[in-house]
């Protein structure tokens, strides 16, 4: 039973323009959400993090949304630059059990 | 400049051979996950710790999958006997000091475990 999806397996984009990445879960009672990123043979590095009492987080380049109602949330990249293709993994922290469960991973790869 | 460390980085075994992966979190640090990296399931929970109590393991296949934290600076994640659809990335990460709660957690550069 999957609590976070990330539909997308990949993305493509072109450089400069805007990548959005996507992502639903299934319990309306999280309340706190990240982005990470991960390289090739690294592990994955925290990028951005929302709280549900927040419905925008900025940081640079990146700016995640969050849509409560509809359970989603989203991460915002511009311009998108070379360096970015990577994959990128939404998850949720359960905050009373302390758990942090990801999602499938979208791989984005942004094109010259 | 602190860092979680995961040993091996890469392991070559037979099936049916007993496989065991180390990690040393962040000092400090009072959580400990383990995860496990697939094509499908993407970042599978594994196992976690707080203040190296198990908090819960039941993402592991119980009958050939333990973990353990021995002490503050070690967790171990073992296999036996190991088949060949265990082969993945699995990845140790530390989050939280004592007294805060988990806001982010901290990789280590995974082990690459490939079981023939």
């Known amino acids: 039973d999957q609590q976070v999806k990330q539909n997308s397996p990949s993305l493509s984009v072109q450089e400069g323009r805007i990548s959005i990445l996507n992502c639903d879960y299934t319990n309306s009672m999280f309340d706190y959400f990240l982005w990470y990123k991960k390289y090739p043979a690294e592990g994955p590095t925290f990028l951005i993090s929302?709280?549900?009492?927040?419905d925008k987080n900025e940081d640079g380049r990146f700016t995640v949304f969050l849509n409560k109602s509809a359970k989603h949330l989203s991460l915002h990249i511009v311009p998108s630059q070379p360096g970015d293709s990577a994959v990128y993994f939404c998850a949720v922290l359960i905050q009373g059990a302390q758990k942090l469960v990801f999602g499938q991973g979208t791989r984005l790869t942004i094109n010259p | 400049d602190a860092r979680v460390t995961q040993t091996p980085r890469h392991k070559v075994t037979e099936m049916g051979q007993e496989v065991t992966m180390r990690c040393q979190p962040i000092l400090g640090h009072n959580t400990v996950f383990w995860y496990r990296q697939t094509m499908m399931q993407g970042l599978e929970l594994l196992a976690y710790f707080r203040n190296r109590a198990p908090l819960d393991d039941s993402g592991m296949p119980k009958d050939r999958f333990s973990a353990e934290m021995p002490d503050a600076t070690l967790a171990t994640l073992k296999i036996q006997p190991s088949e060949p659809r265990d082969s993945a990335v699995y990845f140790c990460?530390?989050?939280?000091?004592?007294?805060?709660?988990?806001?982010?957690?901290?990789f280590g550069q995974g082990t690459r475990l490939t079981v023939v």
């Open positions: 929302i709280s549900s009492i927040k």
């Open positions: 990460a530390s989050g939280s000091r004592a007294g805060a709660g988990v806001t982010e957690a901290f």
